[in-house]
Nanobody
């Protein structure tokens, strides 16, 4: 059974940084996305990277602050989050799919369990 395991969440002050990791137990590189869901809000797209690592996409709210990258040797995708704001507080989920990356969550086949990110003001 293919699994996605996220790590790296935590509590940080506004302006701080965190790096989230998502390890994919699958054997082949897949397109990966990060999504987040804050209490009382719908899940929203954050960032995505395609299987080749060439193409990346970001939500407007995180452009210039977040960076998605991948390590093929570890089959792991990272989300470097800088200049964090209280509005970034949410549970962050990684997702994987075969094919091009997409900003649409329902197009992803596998999801991780989520990791909490809390940004204090």
């Amino acid at each position: 059974q293919v699994q996605l395991v996220e790590s790296g969440g935590g509590l940080v002050q506004a302006g701080g940084s965190l790096r989230l990791s998502c390890a994919d137990s699958g054997r082949t590189a897949r397109s990966m996305g990060w999504f987040r869901q804050a209490p009382g809000k719908e899940r929203e797209f954050v960032a995505a990277i395609d299987w080749s690592g060439v193409s990346t996409h970001y939500a407007d709210s995180v452009k210039g602050r977040f960076a998605i990258s991948r390590d093929y040797a570890k089959n792991t995708v990272y989300l470097q989050m800088n200049s964090l704001k209280p509005e970034d507080t949410a549970v962050y989920y990684c997702a994987a799919r075969v094919g091009p990356s997409t900003t649409v969550g329902r197009n992803y086949e596998d999801w991780g369990q989520g990791t909490q990110v809390t940004v204090s003001s």
